[in-house]
DNA sequence: TCAAAAGTGTTACGCTTACACCCATGA
DNA sequence: TCATGGGTGTAAGCGTAACACTTTTGA
């Protein structure tokens, strides 16, 4: 996962096989998304899962996958699993990493019918009002856990146990989400398109943990750096002072792109 | 490579297939490296090229790769390629980015034996000094170009065109490469074992850039870090005044381990 | 009129920047 | 003794951290 200054074992260090090379593994290759979103009124991560129906792992959750087709690129069978689960218009899409597959260990579950499973990870974020589960109730509050609801919103902080090695992606994937917050604009993926300045806090807070700048030193180093702009109208949310909306400014924020900026 | 926002052809967009799905492509899997390494006395970043022999663009570079084995996870092929290729006892690996294969665009190539290759590769580097090419004369300065020589360092600077899309490959590395170097001490796994402070600055300097802080900025703020610990020996190397060998210091570093430390 | 939430201001401190300058050696 | 490269010091200034304070709303 993260890189190592490890050696393989000694034994098989400096031999020149004598003996011939084993055969070339053949494999199916599966793409395995991991879907955040963002529910700003309940203030919660969520990951999309998928209850399996067929045979390994039946009955458990899962992160939502396919198997590559015929012709078809790993980012397209990426889209297609995020189309197909989530009713979505827009995603960031990013490949996240590739896991040797469902067999942790090759060396152990010998190759059941000569055919390896690899499992390329992809990161992706969408907007939690404009993304429904497509069977689902779309909201995943799981009070109607009926056998029809086979995909759902689950929060990060509370999710099953998954299937496969699914349960290592999906920490990857947080971890990944993670980094980029700190020097991406990714946040605004995940945001609604006007949002107020502290949903985008709170959405820091909540992903990064509590270990943060000051609101108000928070407040100032973003609207210093320029990239939002105050849309005028105000959020009226019951008690306090009403909040600008801001809109995330991708024009402006273009000479900032792959800089040190850091929101922290 | 990068994210993307970008969504996938509309007219796929909503179709409920009412026709049956393309059957799943089948794979074999190669891994790619590349491996860096820093030559500091003609101060060269170099990239560990192979001629191809064997058929498809015979006769040209690539980055050293193979084809992964039954039983074989990826990440023992890719130090198995490490091993074949270089003799080196210590390395750094981690993976980097898996492309569709040799034929980008999959859709045009139509498979040509039923078959699709897919290429994890991964990145690594190693101490010039401890690593020689298997078959090459060591130096890879291109002035006994044999036809035996199969395996050399090439400076980043002045690559050859490469096979398949290792371009590509190398360019993505390159750009990990930097970034890691900014917040992670990787710069001592391409170093020798003890350096002397310009050692590390010129290795900064080439890989990042000249956009840099004073070699006398960057000396302080490294020291002030602690990490690095004085070795009490010098480095006599022609006029000038002998410089301090320093060792990097795992244990000092673990404390900053993943913080925001740069060393820009 | 009070609590809640948004927004502003201020001050101290630390780190970076941009230099100028001193030290030790080989030729 | 001079050129070369290594190493030290310092003053200005910017950015951040911590915290106090004001404003605007709903109840």
Known sequence: ??????EPSPSTLHSPSAHPAPPLADFKVGVDNTIFAFDGDRQTLLVLLVKRRSDP???????????????????????????????????????LYTFGGPDRDPREAADSFGIRYLSVSYFALVRHGDASPANGDGHGDGSSDGDSALIRWHPFTNLP?????????????HQRLR????????????????????????????????????YSNFRTRLLKLGFLCDTGSKAHRGAGRPASLYRFDAKAFEPLRDRPLVFV
Chains 1, 2 share one sequence.
Request: charged fraction near 25%.
């Open 57 to 95: 792992f039946a009955g458990q959750w899962s992160l939502p996958g396919t198997l590559v087709r015929v012709g078809e690129s790993l980012e397209a069978a990426a889209y297609r699993v995020l189309r197909e689960k989530v009713q979505v218009h827009n995603a960031y899409l990013e490949q």
């Open 179 to 214: 980094n980029k917050l700190e020097y991406s604009p990714i946040a605004f993926d995940v945001l609604p398109e006007t949002f107020t300045l502290s949903d985008l806090y709170r959405l820091y807070q909540i992903v990064l943990g509590d270990q943060f700048s000051d």
């Open 161 to 173: 146990p998954l299937a496969f090695d699914h349960d290592r992606i999906v920490r990857y994937g």
């Open 1 to 6: 996962m993260a890189g190592r200054r490890l």
